[in-house]
């Protein structure tokens, strides 16, 4: 009871008001409390444009680009399968170094991340005894004080043999031996949290300290990463929550639970993402609990929209935005698509499980159980991350170095079977190379960055780092699309990917300002759709899709599609294409031309590039091989916003 | 009847288990005298309540400190079986485990070292181009999108620097050009940063432009811009004291990399590595391919 109060407070606050209270000025603010402004008032709230161009404006100027999903050696699975990098190494790749893979070749980032987290699962987390970092019983220690020395005269090799023949002999030195037993576990949260405080480099570089709780029951997947606002002063106080019992549990009510007991005595704040629906088999975005068997309550939906209010969308394990049978009328859905079976192929996939399992059908039932539970559990904003378990860091089609270190670039890598039972086959080529997380926030640094995805102001890409604006509200026309910045109208006028929109005004609908700027060094863009979901009187669901900005002239018929596929550059031979198709930028106002004000709602954008080559054409190219027929070997990346919610009133 | 006995799967299995059994003793008797002995410390039972303890932020009730000890004795028995029948020997998460824990022994010495003011002068001049500051620009642009332009790109771009330059470098550029999601000011940002959002390309043009005036159209990875670069920090080396803390962490780094291939050898040198390759098979692959396979 005293948990459902405590969450209560903050969802009521969430959205509009907490985004208003820490992020605008009081200008902003009564403008964006009213939710709607005409133009003589927006005059007034800016007379002129002031001398300084940054003054007045406290909004987002910059998207930072990271990976809340990186794993390392410190996992157990990543080191059985030859993971050689830690948490060290992936931080060092991924601001933009040149690194020496697992399997010893030469690996760098065209173009370095701003922030990444490291997360090794907590299940059997590293492994080793706190030795002796810098102990002062180790210096009183006679033999203690001679290890150090040689370290400091450049002897450590030698050292570190003379610790190893001590321990076989059993000479170790008391002193040393501070705790009783060897406290693995302990360790490898202490590195991981030590490397990640080396690492971050606040304004520069963010580095994350967080870890995986790996829920597997049944080869199911509920896998949860968990990110902490924290320094490791505050991450230090505990351990990572696990799923084995006695000390930890497979049900995520355990984890939320942990969360807030982790708040309550540290006073710091930790966020969960989860991923990979696609292969719980019907149970990531669930209408009945696999653990009780019993419908959704409402402290559940309370529980999990608080904490868990972003979703790891798209990965190397394959994308989670759309599935075909469930939208057989999006030509686009299906993108890197792995739907054969659970996690471990133990139980195969059937078509009813799919509904709970990717992120479009989800933000669909949210409505439903909004209006049965008063509270909407699937209210998720959307990142895309790799899930590498190799250090690295890489989404990238033409550099990409695969989900474990087994699958680094290599002539056979494709052709291996990467997942195989006596059920199914997951092929090497079905790796995606996807994806990152795009976060518009003020500054580069763990508490700016953590803050903007608790309000959702994120979006996913399966690699490219194309700019994604998505503002809602009831005031924006065309004229807002031509100006200078569009984030000016849409700050002003609206609210940015992850915000509310309530109360429409009699006879309104609601605008869209949405804009989209190409990679520097990627493809074009193809179009701009807006995805809209509703739920009708009757308690059905629907979504339909807008083309909203198309390349090249092309039109949009009434039914607001564009039938024109933007063409294909792509030389899969040579594994190139060209930019002489598409559009760099794409920038439009749309209205909901079917909206009713008594419908729940939410509008999210999908940004597509035109068609470019698959990391298998890549491989194909450099290898000089032929790879199977049925092996993709090009494709159109894209970009998912996260969702602006219409609710109405009451 | 004798012989019939010996056919029986279940006997076989039962010989089996019972020379494993004596081997095992064999093995434990000849390790160490007190094998047969598990005395759970005073240390070890908080050692265990304290593990509970930061994972349930509580300490265990007698029940469940009971239920711990319990496990812990049942995990010790078999591990210690299980190390008497070599269980350990072929499993490759096992030996994964201990490779990584002898790799952590070596980080964690080489963790220990800190570098003296002169190690890292002699690292920064050994390796300067790691620490160059980047150039550095402040600039303000105008952007053109080819798709609003067309053919009419350049005149249109004549035009416009036209009125700009007449403005000059502070000239207002809020509604000028067409809309664009990257900010018309840009202040102090490295040419790695540029580089960022605007395609290496564009970051190199800049720093060929003069200061102070009008130019374009320039090429970027996203389109036209027209650009007035305002002011520009050549690159330069750092001294040691600008860069003191990227400096060490660098060289510990290397430090790191360095002590751990040293660490590796020298333990390899106790060693003498006799490699038998299979006879390569008849045509199929290429010896290096079949080696790299794991």
Not at chain 1, 532 to 557: C, F, M, P
């Amino acid at each position: 009871m005293i948990l459902s109060l405590r969450i209560c407070r903050p969802i009521a606050l969430a959205g509009l008001v907490a985004f208003v209270l820490v992020f605008f000025s009081a200008q902003f603010a009564s403008a964006q409390e009213t939710d709607t402004i005409d133009k003589d008032s927006a005059a007034k709230l800016f007379p002129k444009a002031p001398y300084s161009p940054a003054a007045g404006r406290d909004f987002p100027t910059h998207v930072y680009w990271g990976d809340t999903h990186v794993h390392t050696s410190f996992s157990m699975d990543a080191g059985a399968f030859g993971a050689r990098l830690g948490p060290k190494d992936a931080y060092i790749f991924a601001k933009g170094n040149e690194v020496t893979t697992s399997t010893g070749q030469r690996a760098k980032l065209t173009c370095p991340l701003d922030f990444i987290a490291v997360t090794d699962h907590s299940d059997n987390m590293g492994f080793f005894p706190e030795l002796f970092a810098g102990k002062p019983e180790m210096l009183a220690d006679p033999t203690g004080r001679r290890w150090y020395d040689m370290v400091q005269s450049g002897k450590g090799a030698d050292a570190a043999i003379e610790i190893i023949v001590a321990f076989s002999q059993g000479k170790f030195p008391k002193a040393l031996e501070s705790r009783p037993g060897t406290e693995a576990y302990r360790r490898a949260w202490d590195e991981t949290i030590k490397a990640a405080e080396e690492a971050n480099e606040p304004g520069k570089f963010t580095a994350f300290i967080g870890y995986e709780w790996t829920s597997n029951t049944g080869g199911n997947n509920l896998h949860r990463n968990i990110l902490f606002r924290d320094n490791g002063d505050k991450a230090s106080m505990v351990e990572p929550y696990t799923t084995q019992k006695p000390e930890g549990s497979d049900n995520p009510r355990d984890l939320w639970k942990w969360m807030t007991e982790y708040e309550q005595k540290t006073g710091g704040q930790v966020l969960t993402l989860a991923h990979n629906g696609n292969l719980s088999n019907g149970r990531m975005f669930p209408l009945i609990e696999s653990f009780t068997g019993k419908p959704i309550d409402r402290e559940y939906a309370q529980t999990r929209a608080f904490r868990e209010r972003i979703y790891e969308v798209t990965q190397i394990k394959g994308d989670g935005e759309a599935h075909p049978f469930l939208s057989p009328n999006d030509e686009f859905a299906g993108y890197e698509k792995w739907d054969k079976g659970n996690l471990d192929l133990s139980v195969l996939k059937t078509n009813d499980m799919l509904e709970f399992e990717y992120a479009r059908a989800a933000l669909r039932n949210g409505l439903k159980l909004e209006k049965e539970l008063g509270v909407n559990p699937y209210k998720f904003g959307m990142v895309g991350s790799t899930d590498a378990h190799t250090g690295l860091a890489t989404a990238d089609e033409d550099n990409f170095w695969g989900k474990t270190s087994s699958s680094e670039p290599s002539p056979d890598r494709a052709t291996h079977p990467f997942v195989k039972t006596d059920k199914a086959v997951i092929m090497g080529w079905e790796q995606a190379a996807s994806g990152y997380a795009g976060v518009w926030a003020t500054d580069n640094t763990r508490q700016a960055l953590f803050d903007a995805m608790q309000r959702k102001e994120v979006y996913a890409t399966t690699g490219p780092r194309m700019i994604v604006r998505f503002f809602g509200g009831w005031e924006f026309d065309a004229k807002d699309a031509l100006s200078r910045n569009p984030a000016n109208p849409g700050y002003l006028k609206g609210v940015p990917m992850g915000g509310d929109i309530r109360n429409a005004p009699a006879g309104k609908s609601p605008t869209f300002l949405v804009a989209a700027l190409k990679d520097p060094i990627g493809g074009n863009l193809d179009r701009v759709q807006v995805i809209k979901g509703w739920l009708d009187a009757s308690g059905q669901t629907h979504e339909r899709i807008y083309d909203v900005a198309v390349s090249d002239n092309r039109k949009i018929s009434a039914d607001g599609r564009c039938k024109t596929p933007v063409g294909d550059t792509v030389d899969v031979p040579n594994a190139t294409y060209t930019n002489t198709i598409g559009a760099s930028e794409l920038i439009t106002v749309w209205k909901d031309p079917e909206f009713d004000a008594a419908q729940r709602a939410f509008y999210y954008v999908r940004v597509l590039e035109i068609p470019t080559p698959r990391w298998t054409a890549y491989d194909a190219k450099y290898f000089g091989i032929t790879m199977p027929k049925e092996v993709p070997m090009k494709g159109q990346e894209r970009a998912y916003t996260s969702p602006i919610w219409y609710t109405p009133a009451n | 009847m004798f012989q019939k006995i010996l056919r029986e799967p279940l006997v076989h299995f039962l010989i089996l288990g019972a020379l494993l059994l004596f081997a095992s003793n064999l093995i434990n008797k000849r390790t160490s005298g007190d094998t047969r002995k598990i005395v759970i410390t005073p240390g070890q039972v908080e050692h265990l309540e304290d593990t509970f303890a930061r994972a349930h932020q509580r300490p265990p009730d007698p029940d469940e400190l009971k239920g711990l000890i319990r496990d812990y004795v049942r995990e010790e028995v078999y591990y210690r079986e299980a190390l008497a029948l070599g269980l350990d020997r072929d499993d490759a998460p096992i030996r994964q485990r201990l490779r990584q824990k002898m790799e952590f022994i070596s980080e964690d010495v080489a963790a220990q070292a800190q570098p003296t003011g002169e190690q890292l002068r002699s690292y920064l001049s050994d390796h300067p181009e790691k620490f160059r500051i980047d150039k550095h620009f402040t600039f303000t642009q105008v952007y053109l999108d080819p798709a609003r332009h067309g053919r009419r790109l350049n005149s249109d771009a004549q035009q416009m620097l036209v009125q700009l330059n007449k403005s000059g470098p502070r000239a207002d550029v809020s509604n000028m050009g067409d809309p664009f999601l990257l900010e018309g000011n840009t202040k102090d940002v490295s040419s790695r940063g540029v580089a960022r959002d605007y395609g290496e390309k564009f970051a190199a043009s800049l720093g060929q432009l003069p200061p102070g005036k009008w130019v374009g159209p320039i090429e970027s990875g996203l389109g036209m811009l027209l650009v007035c670069v305002t002011n520009r920090t050549d690159g330069r080396l750092p001294q040691l004291d600008e860069v003191r803390e990227a400096v060490r962490r660098e060289w510990a780094n290397d430090y790191r990399l360095e002590s751990n291939r040293q660490f590796y050898q020298a333990l390899l040198n106790r060693y003498t590595v006799t490699v038998e390759l299979p006879p390569p098979p008849a045509d199929t692959k290429t010896p290096a391919a079949a080696v790299r396979r794991p």
